[in-house]
């Protein structure tokens, strides 16, 4: 297993490695994404679309949206791309700082036990959730035509406030916040 993961590792390093040698060729400063699945915290699967500008070289402002497919939730957020080896070659890397904000509701099923018909009942419970935080994303992208690629985001971090959280701790709303979404787009 290890041998696998190293060797996987020294691929993708040649690969990012090869890409800042044959960065001369122009791909496009504007990114159009559409992610067929993005999953975040608390168990949220969704679909997005996302909108990237390559500011020059080195920077991009990012602003991707989800919808949940299996509840009803939206999240936008805006990210600032930072590519350290370059945003101009088949292979990239980026470390992404986010702000992000939720709004939507989840619902939870439970048992209940009904003093009138003395049995238990499944009742369901509908609670509203907003919530804004900050990630800390990692990206990697792989232009595969001159126009088509295809990239994977992922990044951990925290709600700042979060309307969900009920905890023992007073007025604390802090709770994690995580993602992890699959893109592919095309690049003009």
């Not at 500008?53 to 949206?65: A, E, H, Q, T």
């Not at 957020?77 to 470390?95: D, F, S, T």
């Not at 369901?124 to 985001?153: A, C, E, W």
């Amino acid at each position: 297993m290890k041998k696998s993961i190293l060797s996987l590792a020294m691929l993708l390093l040649t690969t990012i490695s090869f890409a800042q040698k044959s960065s001369d060729k122009h791909y496009g400063k504007n990114i159009i994404a559409f992610n067929p699945v993005t999953l975040m915290s608390d168990s949220h699967v969704g679909v997005g679309f996302s909108y990237e500008r390559l500011v020059n070289d080195y920077f991009g402002i990012k602003v991707p949206v989800m919808i949940g497919i299996n509840s009803q939730y939206t999240n936008i957020g805006v990210e600032l791309k930072l590519y350290p080896g370059r945003n101009n070659g088949p292979a990239k890397y980026a470390i992404a700082p986010m702000l992000m904000f939720g709004v939507g509701e989840t619902r939870e099923t439970m048992w209940q036990y009904n003093n009138q018909t003395f049995q238990n009942e499944q009742i369901s419970i509908v609670t509203p959730r907003t919530h804004y935080g900050f990630l800390l994303n990692q990206t990697l992208n792989f232009t595969i035509m001159k126009n088509f690629y295809i990239g994977l985001d992922g990044g951990i971090g925290l709600n700042y406030y979060d309307s969900q959280v009920t905890n023992n701790n007073g007025n604390s709303h802090l709770s994690f916040a995580g993602q992890l979404q699959l893109a592919m787009g095309v690049r003009f």
